[in-house]
């Protein structure tokens, strides 16, 4: 079986950085790709950013130039640096790990941790 755990959310004000971290552990052989999603009630959940295991990035068009994702591989953990962060970031974050081979690849989820941006 393999975990999520993240951490680093909370309540910050507009403009401000929060850093999100997210481990994964367990039984597993290797990780394609991890990254971030997020969601509000009432909408669909949306990329944020994820990072591939050669460190190839993608991120959402909402947040290019404010976010950044990065990866310890030796760690099996991804971070998200949040800078100038806005109300409308406020949504639940959740990790994800894509590609997670242990016999056969699946994907992983992690349970959520909220991110609240005040004005």
């Known amino acids: 079986q393999v975990q999520l755990v993240e951490s680093g959310g909370g309540l910050v004000q507009a403009g401000g950085p929060l850093r999100l971290s997210c481990a994964a552990s367990g039984t597993f052989i290797s990780i394609n790709a991890m990254g971030w999603y997020r969601q509000v009630p009432g909408k669909q959940r949306e990329l944020v950013a994820t990072i591939t295991s050669s460190g190839n990035t993608n991120y959402g068009d909402s947040v290019k130039g404010r976010f950044a994702i990065s990866r310890d591989n030796a760690k099996n953990t991804v971070y998200l640096q949040m800078n100038s962060l806005k109300p409308e970031d406020t949504a639940v974050y959740y990790c994800?790990?894509?590609?997670?081979?242990?016999?056969?690849?699946?994907?992983?989820w992690g349970q959520g941790t909220q991110v609240t941006v005040s004005s």
């Open positions: 994800a790990a894509t590609g997670v081979l242990v016999i056969s690849r699946r994907d992983y």
